[in-house]
């Protein structure tokens, strides 16, 4: 059966004892500098730094006392690693991180300290799968795939159903777009519950697949994707591209330029910490690709998890 309102709604009740219900703020010189009225749903500020923990927190208390003992198992090395770690830690079972050795330290040590057990591998996508398929052999682990999962995915959308419960009157839902587990999510929950409300997402230019996935009808996969917003790297999956189909108004690029401008507007201005994921709907704006002015737009700010020794408006970590 296909994921309905009820699902996110239940998802909701789930994870209410275990999840932050995240502030929504504004700002004005951001208003003044887009031309309209945003409200900033600070997914930042959600546990682990990411809204990942919405979705990781849904799929494992979802799971029979049966399947959770065997544990979870995920390859990541980014947010779901770090979310499914500390889900899995309150639910008191073992999670399994395939992760490549050449991931940041800080990432390691941070799935480190939820509980997570890694395995390293390198550098590829098949050493991940493959090492993944190993590691459930040896334990029995469930896999908890970052976004094309149900349970997932009705997780991810209890972000945008807490921002309309708090701003039902809004013309347009934005949010960054990768695997599309929250933006699938997002767009039942606006849908479902305000049917006026438009979902459109934000793209890295040179990560575009999903963009080009919409306009072809069919799922185009990312082909050696370059951008800063390196959260928004996956391409979208069975479960959540028809979602997006049916319920995401489009899907606009931004460029590098924009989404750095944005993160460093943000922070200076609002002194909202955000990574440069959650940078690309406000590189949206900015670039003005889409006329939105005067609307009153909610934008999911994904994740505030930044190394600071690399901040990318520094000219030589430009990519």
């Known amino acids: 059966m296909p994921l309905t309102l009820n699902d996110i709604l239940a998802a909701a009740e789930r994870i209410r004892p275990y999840i932050h219900r995240t502030p929504v703020l504004t700002c004005e010189s951001l208003n003044q500098k887009v031309g309209a009225k945003l409200f900033l749903k600070c997914e930042n500020l959600q546990k682990v730094g990411a809204f990942k923990f919405r979705g990781a927190t ?31 830690r309150m639910r008191g079972i073992p ?9 940041p330290q800080v990432k390691k040590e ?6 997570g057990q ?19 052999a040896r334990t029995g682990a469930i896999e908890i795939h970052p976004y094309n999962n149900e349970m997932v995915i009705a997780g ?29 999510g997002t767009a039942i ?7 006026n409300v438009r979902v459109i997402a934000a793209e890295p230019e040179q990560a575009d697949d999903a963009y080009r996935s919409l306009q072809a009808g069919t799922i185009l996969p990312s082909h050696n994707p370059k951008t800063i917003a390196d959260g928004l790297l996956t ?14 108004e489009q899907i606009v690029t931004v460029s590098e330029t924009a989404i750095i401008e944005a993160m460093r507007f943000t922070w200076e ?51």
């Open 235 to 248: 391409s979208l999956g069975t479960l959540t591209f028809p979602i997006i189909r049916a319920r995401v």
């Open 95 to 103: 999670a399994y991180i395939v992760m490549p050795h050449t991931a």
């Open 110 to 115: 941070a799935v480190q300290g939820y509980g």
């Open 58 to 88: 849904n799929a494992v208390f979802s799971l029979s006392a049966t399947q959770a003992a065997r544990g979870v198992v995920a390859h990541s090395s980014g947010n779901h690693a770090q979310a499914l770690a500390l889900a899995a």
């Open 189 to 195: 929950a606006a849908t479902e519950t305000h049917p």
């Open 118 to 136: 890694i395995t390293f591998c390198e550098p590829t996508l098949e050493a991940r799968e493959n090492t993944k398929t190993e590691v459930i």
């Open 269 to 319: 201005r609002a002194k909202i910490i955000i990574e440069p994921s959650a940078a690309v709907p406000l590189g949206l704006l900015f670039e003005r690709k889409i006329d939105l002015t005067g609307k009153r737009i909610g934008i999911i700010l994904s994740g505030g998890n930044v190394d600071l020794t690399k901040l990318p408006w520094q000219a030589e970590t430009h990519p």
């Open 156 to 184: 991810q959308g209890t972000a945008a159903l807490e921002l309309l419960q708090e701003v039902p009157d809004l013309d347009i839902i934005l949010t960054p777009v990768g695997g599309g587990g929250l933006l699938s």
